[in-house]
């Protein structure tokens, strides 16, 4: 007898599942998407119950709502493993800066970058940055991101970071993307420690990890098992190697998971460190070396590459990410959504970057996007792919082939999203 659930997508032309048992996808698998012609997919309380042959899914299973996806390709929902998408004012100005010559790191050096966007974040109150936040993420979504990684890193001291925290917890509850929290206290170091960056990162140390790790322990993110991160921005006019491994090694110990902006504009060392402490994830690697790239490929950290960043900065640097991929990495996208650097809030534009300039194949970028995205946030057991078991998070396109996703630029190709079973626009 057929098994009742809530929902059945039937008859796609493809179901590009990225099924992987859990775990991230390196070498050969990265290539595999998984791939079913003639698909269907059952659903029930926000859960996959199974997926294979439409005409398999429709005889095990019988749902009240149907979804005919004929000529359709379905792909799991993006997981955007890096973003800084909670910030006020915007960097407009700099990017005509830019345009007329100016480099990000001549920005940053002058007082603009991430301190200009941190005094508009400071003054910001926690509503107006809920508001200015969800019509980001509103955009995200619409293009495919059902999950979408969010770090702090604009207030840079207690109170504001707290506020970057508190305003991310909200956007998790009234927003139809999954949010998972970071706390990057360590972006910058804040005007007021002008040449005393070692006061900053001791209190960051003694007081902002603390205060956050507490902050985690009662919010609904401990409850739900989403986990929380830790992130260094590891460069010249940010924090050096000592720096980054104190700060890092603390927020261990206080319990959160790691990971690094690391290798962006300098290859300082960051990234021995980042493998010594055995992060979750390494972001951003422009100018890792190939020695870094071998010792990145045999650890179990993933690899996030960021493309929108050099696109949009007008770089030609991308990050060796199909050296990373051919030495066996777990190799995640990001678009790194923020207001400098990459304002950015396409996946799968960011794929198609990715798929020019740093050349991954489509499968790869999708796998990218998917299940090594879920991997790089701690999640791969519960998303990333469309797998028995794993929330429902999945998206359907209007062609017949996920490739399109990457061939095509500045189109958008989700018809419908669904996340956690629910049928979302
Ligand atoms: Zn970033």
Redesign the pocket.
């Given at each position: 007898m057929a098994q009742q659930v809530d929902l059945i997508i039937h008859n796609a032309a493809q179901i590009a599942t990225c099924a992987s048992a859990g775990r991230p996808k390196r070498g050969d698998a990265l290539k595999d998407v998984g791939l079913i012609t003639g698909a269907g997919v059952a659903i029930h309380k926000g859960i996959i119950k199974g997926v294979g042959p439409s005409a398999e899914i429709l005889s095990r299973y019988t749902a009240p709502n149907l979804i005919n996806a004929s000529g359709q390709a379905i792909v799991p929902g993006f997981v955007d493993s890096?973003?800084?998408t909670v910030f006020g004012g915007d960097r407009v100005h700099e990017f005509e800066m830019r345009i007329r010559g100016a480099s990000y790191m001549d920005i940053m050096a002058a007082g603009g970058g991430i301190v200009s966007t941190m005094v508009h974040t400071r003054q910001e109150s926690k509503n107006n940055l809920i508001r200015s936040a969800s019509r980001r993420l509103d955009q995200m979504f619409s293009l495919g991101s059902t999950t979408v990684e969010i770090?702090t890193g604009y207030g840079l001291d207690t109170v504001n970071e707290l506020k970057m925290l508190e305003v991310i917890a909200a956007l998790d509850q009234q927003h139809s993307c999954r949010i998972v929290p970071t706390f990057l206290g360590a972006h910058s170091v804040p005007p007021e420690f002008k040449d005393k960056s070692n006061g900053y990162v001791d209190l960051v140390i003694d007081e902002m990890i603390p205060a956050v790790a507490e902050w985690y322990q009662s919010s609904h993110f401990a409850t739900e098992n989403i986990p929380f991160f830790i992130d260094v921005?590891c460069e010249n006019h940010a924090f050096n190697v000592t720096q980054t491994r104190r700060i890092l090694e603390a927020g261990l110990a206080a319990g959160l998971r790691g990971k690094i902006?690391v290798d962006q504009f300098n290859s300082l060392g960051g990234l021995d460190v980042a493998l010594d402490l055995g992060l979750t994830s390494t972001?951003?690697l422009e100018v890792t070396t190939e020695a870094g790239i071998e010792r990145l490929s045999r650890s179990d950290t993933a690899a996030v590459v960021?493309p929108a960043v050099n696109f949009n900065l007008g770089l030609t640097n991308f990050a060796g990410g199909r050296a990373l991929a051919d030495a066996g990495s777990i190799v995640a996208l990001g678009t790194?959504m923020?207001p400098g650097?990459a304002p950015c809030f396409s996946m799968p534009l960011t794929m198609a970057i990715a798929c020019r300039y740093v050349r991954l194949e489509p499968a790869e970028a999708l796998n990218a996007a998917t299940i090594n995205a879920a991997y790089a946030l701690g999640l791969s057991n519960k998303i990333g792919s469309i797998e028995a078991g794993k929330a429902a998070d999945l998206l359907i396109l209007r062609c017949d082939d996920y490739r399109n996703l990457t061939y095509l630029l500045g189109d958008n190709k989700v018809q419908t999203i669904i996340k956690d079973g629910q049928i979302i626009g």
């Amino acid at each position: 007898m057929a098994q009742q659930v809530d929902l059945i997508i039937h008859n796609a032309a493809q179901i590009a599942t990225c099924a992987s048992a859990g775990r991230p996808k390196r070498g050969d698998a990265l290539k595999d998407v998984g791939l079913i012609t003639g698909a269907g997919v059952a659903i029930h309380k926000g859960i996959i119950k199974g997926v294979g042959p439409s005409a398999e899914i429709l005889s095990r299973y019988t749902a009240p709502n149907l979804i005919n996806a004929s000529g359709q390709a379905i792909v799991p929902g993006f997981v955007d493993s890096h973003t800084h998408t909670v910030f006020g004012g915007d960097r407009v100005h700099e990017f005509e800066m830019r345009i007329r010559g100016a480099s990000y790191m001549d920005i940053m050096a002058a007082g603009g970058g991430i301190v200009s966007t941190m005094v508009h974040t400071r003054q910001e109150s926690k509503n107006n940055l809920i508001r200015s936040a969800s019509r980001r993420l509103d955009q995200m979504f619409s293009l495919g991101s059902t999950t979408v990684e969010i770090k702090t890193g604009y207030g840079l001291d207690t109170v504001n970071e707290l506020k970057m925290l508190e305003v991310i917890a909200a956007l998790d509850q009234q927003h139809s993307c999954r949010i998972v929290p970071t706390f990057l206290g360590a972006h910058s170091v804040p005007p007021e420690f002008k040449d005393k960056s070692n006061g900053y990162v001791d209190l960051v140390i003694d007081e902002m990890i603390p205060a956050v790790a507490e902050w985690y322990q009662s919010s609904h993110f401990a409850t739900e098992n989403i986990p929380f991160f830790i992130d260094v921005f590891c460069e010249n006019h940010a924090f050096n190697v000592t720096q980054t491994r104190r700060i890092l090694e603390a927020g261990l110990a206080a319990g959160l998971r790691g990971k690094i902006h690391v290798d962006q504009f300098n290859s300082l060392g960051g990234l021995d460190v980042a493998l010594d402490l055995g992060l979750t994830s390494t972001d951003h690697l422009e100018v890792t070396t190939e020695a870094g790239i071998e010792r990145l490929s045999r650890s179990d950290t993933a690899a996030v590459v960021l493309p929108a960043v050099n696109f949009n900065l007008g770089l030609t640097n991308f990050a060796g990410g199909r050296a990373l991929a051919d030495a066996g990495s777990i190799v995640a996208l990001g678009t790194d959504m923020n207001p400098g650097s990459a304002p950015c809030f396409s996946m799968p534009l960011t794929m198609a970057i990715a798929c020019r300039y740093v050349r991954l194949e489509p499968a790869e970028a999708l796998n990218a996007a998917t299940i090594n995205a879920a991997y790089a946030l701690g999640l791969s057991n519960k998303i990333g792919s469309i797998e028995a078991g794993k929330a429902a998070d999945l998206l359907i396109l209007r062609c017949d082939d996920y490739r399109n996703l990457t061939y095509l630029l500045g189109d958008n190709k989700v018809q419908t999203i669904i996340k956690d079973g629910q049928i979302i626009g």
